[in-house]
C-alpha cells in the first residue's frame, strides 16, 4: 500500500552537523537493563530498531569513569579502550540498516551510586548521595574539574573509534552536569557557580571539548532538561531553562530537549498525563535555534508527529517507549500500513525493568529484550510445520496474543470467549482513572487477527470439556485469567481471614453496591488499590486506603508512578493508613494493627475491598485433566501477574510451539581450562 503523502514530511533527511540522518524518526537514549554486561543482545535490540525505520538510534547511558557507576543497575561503559570493542558491536548494528549511531555519554555526580567501583562519589557542592544512600559525594576542587572534562573527552574519543556518529553531552535528569546548571545543587562561590553564566560554564567547556575530540566526524549533541519542574527556585522553561538555551544554542550540532527534575518526570505514563505533554515546556526551543531539536512525548500517531514538524516544535520525532513498543512504527507509516502500529500504552512496565535491574520488558511487544537470548523477532516468526488446529479458550490479554501468534505462524485456530467481548481483565482495568489506553492491548489485537483467514473468534461461548473433546483440536489452550482473593492473602500477610461481606475488585467491577465510609485494603501494591481508591473518591465515596507498605501503591515507584498517584489520591481526599495490617471485620469497622507494634485500632468501615492478590482459574483445567483431555495454560491462569507477563507467557507458547523450550541464551565470559 503506498505512503499517505501527508506524512511524506517524516521521512525527509535532516542534516546534524556533519552526518545527516535518513528521516526524522529519533530514537532518543532510554535505558534496556542489558548494558555493558550483555553487548550482544544490546546490539541486537538496537539493530531491529533501525530495521524497523528509526534514522537515529541511541543507547543508554555510557558512564565516562568509574565514579559514574550506577550498580546494580545495567549501563554502559565507556572507561577505557577495552569497552570500544563491545560498544562497537551496536554501532555496527545500527549502521547495518542505514541509521546512525548515536551515544549517551554519561556521569552522575552525586545520583552515581558507585557499589560497584567503591569510588567516592563528586558533585558539585558537599551533599548526600542523591540515591538515598548513608554516604556523601564530595565537592569538585579545580583539579576534578580538569579530569572530568579529560574523561568526558577520552569518551568521546573512544566513541568515535566505536564507529558512532553522534556524541552526547548528556545535561538532564539531575546528573552532573546539570547539578552544575541548577541553584538547587550548586551553592559554589567560584568560577562554577553563583550567576547563570558561572554555571553553564561546565557545560559550554564540555560541548567545546566534546566537539575539539570528535567534531568533523560525529555530531554534538546535548541532552538539557530545560524545566526542572520544581518552579521558581530551579531552572524553568520560562526562566533559566531558556537563557541557557540562549548563551549556547549555536555550539552543539543537535539539541535533546526535556522536562526533568527525575527520570519520572520525563517518562510520566499514559496514567498522569497525554500524547506529546511535554509540547508546553520545550516549544520554545527551535525558536532561539538554528539548530535541529528532537524532543520526546509517548508519540504512537503519525498526524500528531507531523503537527510537531509543522508548527515548529522539533525537527524529529523523538521516542523510547514508543520504539519499545513497536520497533517498526516508522516502516509501517512508510508503507502505508498505520493502522498495523503497536502503540505504546504508557504503562512503563519498561521503566519497571530497568528499576528492577533486569532487561526490558514491554506490555505490547513481547519480544522486546528477546532479540538476541532468544532469536525473537517482532514482525517474523516461523511457520509452523504442520496443518494443524488449535482452540484457544479465554479472550484476555494472553489469549488474544496466542491467538495471533499461533494463527501467524499458520495453524488454524479457534478463539472462543465465554462473554460477549473480547479483553478480559482489560475490560476492567481500562474503566480506572487513567488506564483507557491499556485497551490498546486488546485493540491492536483484534485489528491484527481479523487480517488473517486462519483465525476465527467465537464470542459468548462458554467451553465445557464435551465441547472441547467434540472440538477436536490438536492443541487445547487455556486463557482463562484468574480472580482477586477474598481471605485477604497477600504479599506480607499471609494468615487467612474470615472476612464476611468483604468484595473483591472483581465485585466492585460487576456491579456491587458500595456504601461508606470504603475501606480498600491494599497488600497486592501495584495499581489496583490506588486506582480503585481513586475512582470511588472521584465519584463522591468516603474512601479510607490501608496498606501495610509505607506508601500507596508501593510498587509504581518501579513504574515511576508512585509519586503522582500519591498526590493525586491526597487530592481526590483519600485518607491514607500505611504501615497497618487488616486483623478483622465486624459490627460497622474493620480493625487495624501496626505492622511494627502490632497496636490495635478501630476504623469505621461500611464496605470493605480486598485487594491483596488474585487466584488462578483452575476449573475447566481440572474437569478436562479428570476426563483425560490433555490441555496447556498460558497468563494469569498459570500465575497471575502484570499484562506484560500474561502477553509474553502466551507468546512464549505459541513461538515455540512443537520446538524445544531451550534455556535463554546468556552471555558469558569464554570457558578457560583449569
Known amino acids: 500500500m503506498p505512503r499517505?503523502?501527508?506524512?511524506?514530511?517524516?521521512?525527509?533527511?535532516?542534516?546534524?552537523?556533519?552526518?545527516?540522518?535518513?528521516?526524522?524518526?529519533?530514537?532518543?537514549?532510554?535505558?534496556?537493563?542489558?548494558?555493558?554486561?550483555?553487548?550482544?543482545?544490546?546490539?541486537?535490540?538496537?539493530?531491529?530498531?533501525?530495521?524497523?525505520?528509526?534514522?537515529?538510534?541511541?543507547?543508554?547511558?555510557?558512564?565516562?569513569?568509574p565514579s559514574s557507576d550506577d550498580s546494580p543497575y545495567a549501563f554502559l561503559t565507556l572507561w577505557d579502550d577495552d569497552d570500544i570493542a563491545p560498544l562497537a558491536l551496536t554501532a555496527e548494528a545500527i549502521h547495518a540498516h542505514g541509521s546512525l549511531a548515536g551515544i549517551e555519554l554519561w556521569h552522575g555526580g552525586a545520583h552515581a551510586s558507585n557499589r560497584m567501583t567503591?569510588?567516592?562519589?563528586?558533585?558539585?557542592?558537599?551533599?548526600?548521595?542523591?540515591y538515598h544512600l548513608p554516604?556523601?559525594?564530595?565537592?569538585?576542587?579545580?583539579?576534578?574539574?580538569?579530569?572530568?572534562?579529560?574523561?568526558?573527552?577520552?569518551?568521546?574519543?573512544?566513541?568515535?573509534?566505536?564507529?558512532?556518529?553522534?556524541?552526547?553531552v548528556y545535561a538532564g535528569h539531575d546528573y552532573l552536569p546539570f547539578q552544575f546548571l541548577s541553584r538547587r545543587t550548586n551553592h559554589r562561590s567560584d568560577a562554577y557557580g553563583g550567576s547563570l553564566k558561572n554555571r553553564v560554564r561546565l557545560l559550554r567547556e564540555m560541548i567545546e571539548d566534546t566537539k575539539e575530540a570528535v567534531g568533523g566526524t560525529c555530531a554534538v549533541a546535548v541532552r538539557l532538561a530545560v524545566d526542572e519542574l520544581h518552579g521558581p527556585e530551579g531552572i524553568t522553561s520560562q526562566g533559566e531553562g531558556r537563557e541557557i538555551i540562549e548563551m549556547l544554542a549555536e555550539l552543539p550540532d543537535l539539541w535533546d530537549v526535556n522536562v526533568a527534575g527525575a527520570l519520572g518526570n520525563d517518562s510520566r505514563s499514559a496514567r498522569f498525563s497525554a500524547e506529546g505533554f511535554q509540547e508546553e515546556n520545550v516549544a520554545f526551543v527551535k525558536s532561539l535555534t538554528s539548530k535541529?531539536?528532537?524532543?520526546?512525548?509517548?508519540?504512537?500517531?503519525?498526524?500528531?508527529?507531523?503537527s510537531q514538524i509543522k508548527r515548529g516544535v522539533q525537527d524529529f520525532i523523538g521516542a523510547a517507549r514508543p520504539s519499545i513498543a513497536d520497533p517498526f512504527l516508522p516502516s509501517k507509516i512508510r508503507e502505508g500500513c498505520v493502522d498495523e502500529i503497536r502503540e505504546c500504552i504508557g504503562c512503563n512496565i519498561c521503566r519497571a525493568a530497568n528499576n528492577e535491574g533486569v532487561g526490558l520488558r514491554c506490555t505490547q511487544n513481547p519480544t522486546m529484550g528477546e532479540e538476541w537470548r532468544r532469536g525473537w523477532h517482532p514482525e517474523r516468526i516461523a511457520v509452523y510445520p504442520r496443518r494443524e488446529k488449535a482452540l484457544v479458550i479465554g479472550g484476555g490479554p494472553a489469549g488474544l496474543e496466542a491467538a495471533l501468534t499461533l494463527g501467524r505462524r499458520g495453524l488454524e485456530v479457534a478463539l472462543a470467549e465465554a462473554g460477549e467481548a473480547f479483553g478480559g481483565r482489560l475490560l476492567r482495568e481500562a474503566t480506572l482513572p487513567g488506564l483507557q489506553t491499556w485497551l490498546r492491548v486488546r485493540d491492536w489485537r483484534l485489528h491484527m487477527i481479523g487480517k488473517l483467514p486462519n483465525v476465527e473468534l467465537f464470542p459468548a461461548s462458554r467451553m465445557g470439556p464435551a465441547d472441547i473433546a467434540e472440538f477436536g483440536a490438536d492443541h487445547v489452550v487455556l486463557a482463562t485469567g484468574s480472580h482477586w482473593r477474598r481471605d485477604g492473602v497477600g504479599v506480607y500477610a499471609m494468615r487467612h481471614l474470615s472476612l464476611r461481606g468483604a468484595l473483591t475488585p472483581d465485585d466492585v467491577f460487576a456491579g456491587a453496591p458500595v456504601s461508606g465510609p470504603v475501606v480498600i485494603y491494599?497488600?497486592?501494591?501495584?495499581?489496583?488499590?490506588?486506582?480503585?481508591?481513586?475512582?470511588?473518591?472521584?465519584?463522591?465515596?468516603?474512601?479510607?486506603?490501608?496498606?501495610?507498605?509505607?506508601?500507596?501503591?508501593?510498587?509504581?515507584?518501579?513504574?515511576?508512578?508512585?509519586?503522582?498517584?500519591?498526590?493525586?489520591?491526597?487530592?481526590?481526599g483519600v485518607r491514607l493508613h500505611p504501615l497497618k495490617a487488616l486483623k478483622a471485620q465486624g459490627n460497622g469497622e474493620v480493625r487495624l494493627a501496626c505492622v511494627y507494634t502490632g497496636r490495635v485500632e478501630a476504623l469505621p468501615c461500611g464496605t470493605l475491598i480486598l485487594c491483596t492478590g488474585r487466584l488462578p482459574e483452575t476449573a475447566l483445567l481440572d474437569d478436562l485433566t479428570s476426563q483425560g483431555i490433555a490441555a496447556t495454560r498460558i497468563g494469569d491462569c498459570v500465575a497471575p501477574s502484570s499484562i506484560a507477563d500474561a502477553v509474553h507467557s502466551a507468546h512464549h507458547y505459541a513461538r515455540l510451539l512443537g520446538e524445544p523450550d531451550l534455556p535463554p541464551r546468556r552471555e558469558r565470559a569464554p570457558a578457560r581450562g583449569l
Open 4 to 65: 499517505d503523502a501527508r506524512y511524506d514530511i517524516l521521512f525527509e533527511p535532516v542534516r546534524i552537523g556533519p552526518v545527516t540522518a535518513p528521516n526524522r524518526f529519533y530514537q532518543t537514549p532510554h535505558a534496556t537493563g542489558l548494558g555493558w554486561q550483555r553487548p550482544q543482545s544490546g546490539a541486537a535490540l538496537r539493530g531491529v530498531k533501525a530495521e524497523g525505520g528509526w534514522g537515529v538510534v541511541c543507547t543508554e547511558y555510557c558512564s565516562i569513569h
Open 118 to 130: 567503591r569510588v567516592p562519589g563528586i558533585a558539585p557542592d558537599v551533599q548526600p548521595s542523591l
Open 135 to 168: 554516604t556523601t559525594a564530595r565537592a569538585m576542587d579545580a583539579s576534578d574539574i580538569k579530569a572530568f572534562r579529560g574523561w568526558q573527552r577520552d569518551a568521546a574519543l573512544r566513541a568515535k573509534r566505536a564507529g558512532f556518529d553522534i556524541v552526547y
Open 292 to 306: 535541529p531539536v528532537v524532543s520526546v512525548g509517548r508519540f504512537t500517531s503519525p498526524d500528531r508527529m507531523v
Open 522 to 572: 491494599d497488600d497486592e501494591h501495584y495499581f489496583m488499590g490506588g486506582a480503585l481508591a481513586e475512582k470511588l473518591a472521584t465519584a463522591g465515596h468516603e474512601v479510607h486506603y490501608v496498606t501495610m507498605a509505607g506508601v500507596a501503591s508501593s510498587w509504581t515507584v518501579m513504574t515511576n508512578e508512585q509519586d503522582f498517584l500519591q498526590a493525586r489520591l491526597i487530592e481526590a
